[in-house]
């Protein structure tokens, strides 16, 4: 009873961990947290689809972006990044 209630975890932190995956690697107890609520709750299934399909969505998106620039161009914006920092 006591390991179903350390890996059982509300649908807002289900969502937040969802989130988090999309940038973030998930520790090993959020992932199981995370696949154990997954398989009882379908909105947070369905909700976890979502992001994910952004996360794709931005990546080719992206993608897309960065290759329509000419190298003169990234290298602008990469000297301006290096010096603001």
Do not use: G
Not at 31 to 38: C, E, G, N
Not at 40 to 55: A, E, H, N, T, W
């Amino acid at each position: 009873m006591k390991l179903f209630r350390f890996l059982m975890i509300a649908c807002k932190d289900a969502t937040l961990l969802c989130s988090k995956q999309a940038e973030l690697r998930l520790s090993f107890r959020e992932r199981m947290q995370l696949k154990i609520h997954l398989l009882l709750c379908k909105p947070c299934r369905y909700f976890s689809k979502q992001v994910s399909l952004l996360q794709q969505s931005y990546r080719k998106f992206a993608e897309q972006q960065s290759a329509a620039w000419s190298e003169e161009s990234k290298e602008a914006l990469q000297k301006k990044i290096n010096d603001l920092l």
